[in-house]
């Protein structure tokens, strides 16, 4: 099973994007889902989470009050709303979705994966 990230592009300092997390093979209502990025010569770290219940569970301190998850599970699908985007943020955005319903920031507790969308901030 292989969720699908889309949403990503490129993006002056101070802009916004959403990225989007589905899967059409699985519903995973009953999953905490976590969005996590990588960039180049990095290792791929936990930007936020989200319940099962729609709780945001995890950010990290870096996104704080810039961005937010939400989720729709009607539509089986995960959103990441990006504002205030520095050139830092730039990274490859993966969503997952966590073996239990509350998730964690790390990569292990994370069963599906998608397939990564490029998000590029520039100065």
């Known amino acids: 099973v292989q969720l699908q990230a889309s949403g990503g592009g490129l993006v002056q300092a101070g802009g916004s994007l959403r990225l989007s997390c589905t899967n059409s093979?699985?519903?995973?209502?009953?999953?905490?889902v976590g969005w996590f990025r990588q960039a180049p010569g990095k290792e791929r770290e936990s930007v936020i989470v989200i319940s099962w219940k729609g709780a945001t569970t995890y950010y990290a301190d870096s996104v704080k009050g810039r961005f937010t998850i939400s989720r729709d599970n009607a539509k089986n699908t995960v959103y990441l709303q990006m504002n205030s985007l520095k050139p830092e943020d730039t990274a490859v955005y993966y969503c997952?979705?966590?073996?239990?319903?509350?998730?964690?920031?790390?990569?292990?507790?994370?069963?599906?994966w998608g397939q990564g969308t490029q998000v590029t901030v520039s100065s």
């Open positions: 997952a979705a966590a073996r239990g319903p509350y998730g964690s920031s790390s990569v292990e507790g994370y069963i599906y």
């Open positions: 093979q699985r519903t995973f209502s009953n999953n905490a």
